[in-house]
């Protein structure tokens, strides 16, 4: 985790009214709940008394309850009541849990990762192309078994998709042999933005393969894109969708994906429109479930093993099709490093320098690849 960032931890719809709920993330057992005002409040999962789970109580108004003696706690994490003492009793001061920072926006409820937080807070990230649409999207959410650092790796690089996802009779992209050609990136502050044609291995042209008409000999043109700290967005002629890996522990992430609607039809007929009410709403959530039971499956299944747990640019021999991996483990080593020094100075940040980068990324060495011809 890169503290100073905004990290989302779950969808709005996940944090319901009088119903407070527990999860996990960073290495920490979380509570949110939604005060009066249907605010989001967030603090640790864990009784400043004894240390039960404040998940499992119940929500009193602004407060909320634990379970094992009924101590109240508002939504700064202070207790304000405590039954045993009586109404009028005196709640010692020490009695407090943690809080967190905590927005909503974008369908997500975003914790900031600070020790410090600032007066002003920086914008929580998001794409462009999903702030400035206005058609129906999806999101869809689960954990998944493997440290968030090697999720973002593998949806970085499509590269994987003819070989993770072959044979699977949704894959609409399957060329045979996965080669990239016109690869392109480029870094613009915390955005790392890349182009590729994703096409048969055969004598064509890359432009020729994006004209052909059947499937399994065509290429496709493709956009990755990643923003820190764990977002990242694929884009093509047929659907954009954004992908979300924040860590619960070393072992495990939340994973959050997002579509938009297809731009054009897909290859399968239940995927196309319908003159069907509702049925624009469907598609994308259709697409989401296919990630996560179809492709997702795959992509786990082929991580298993992978060594070391938690990636790195030590960790791996990149080529240059792997550049997006590289700025992104970059990025991430320069945020960690400046978070640590800003901890060091022990001053805090002026607050229009929280959360931005503004620092040179040094040029990243990689093993030279054999270029393509276009
Ligand atoms: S453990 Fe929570 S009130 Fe005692
Ligand atoms: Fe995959």
């Not at 709640?91 to 926006?105: A, D, Y």
């Not at 994987?160 to 050609?181: C, E, M, Q, T, Y």
């Not at 700290?229 to 994906?257: G, M, S």
């Not at 978070?339 to 100075?345: G, I, L, N, R, T």
């Amino acid at each position: 985790m890169i503290p100073n960032q905004w990290y989302a931890i779950l969808r709005s719809e996940d944090v319901k009214k009088n119903k407070p709920v527990g999860i996990r993330r960073f290495n920490k057992k979380l509570v949110l709940y939604r005060d009066t005002q249907g605010q989001v409040v967030c603090l640790d999962d864990r009784c400043a008394h004894k240390g039960v789970p404040l998940s499992n109580g119940k929500q009193h108004g602004d407060y909320i309850a634990c379970p094992y003696h009924g101590f109240q706690y508002d939504a700064s994490g202070r207790c304000v009541h405590m039954p045993v003492l009586g109404k009028d009793g005196v709640v010692p001061k020490h009695l407090h849990v943690p809080f967190h920072t905590v927005r909503e926006q974008h369908g997500l409820i975003w914790c900031w990762t600070g020790e410090q937080v600032p007066e002003q807070l920086p914008e929580v990230p998001m794409f462009k192309e999903f702030v400035e649409y206005t058609g129906f999207t999806s999101r869809y959410a689960w954990h998944a078994p493997t440290h968030y650092t090697r999720y973002v790796e593998s949806v970085c690089e499509v590269y994987h998709v003819p070989f993770v996802h072959k044979g699977s009779a949704l894959n609409i992209w399957d060329p045979k042999g996965g080669r990239v050609d016109d690869f392109s990136c480029q870094l613009e502050g915390h955005l790392i933005r890349s182009e590729f044609v994703l096409r048969p291995d055969d004598d064509r042209t890359a432009e020729e393969t994006l004209k052909a008409r059947l499937p399994w000999t065509r290429g496709w043109r493709i956009g990755v894109d990643v923003l820190m700290p764990n977002l990242v967005q694929i884009r093509n002629d047929v659907f954009d969708v954004y992908l979300i890996a924040t860590p619960i522990d070393d072992d495990n992430c939340w994973l959050c994906i997002c579509y938009k609607e297809p731009k054009r039809d897909l290859l399968l007929p239940m995927m196309k429109p319908l003159p069907i009410p509702g049925w624009r709403r469907v598609r994308p959530w259709l697409m989401c479930r296919m990630e996560r039971f179809i492709q997702q499956s795959k992509d786990m299944a082929a991580l298993k093993g992978q060594e070391p747990r938690i990636s790195s640019l030590e960790a791996n021999r990149l080529i240059s099709v792997d550049k997006v991996n590289a700025y992104y483990l970059r990025l991430r080593d320069q945020l960690i490093q400046e978070a640590q020094a800003q901890a060091k100075a022990q001053a805090p940040r002026s607050p229009g320098d929280i959360g931005s980068h503004t620092g040179e990324v040094k040029p990243i060495h990689i093993v030279p690849h054999k270029p393509q011809a276009a």
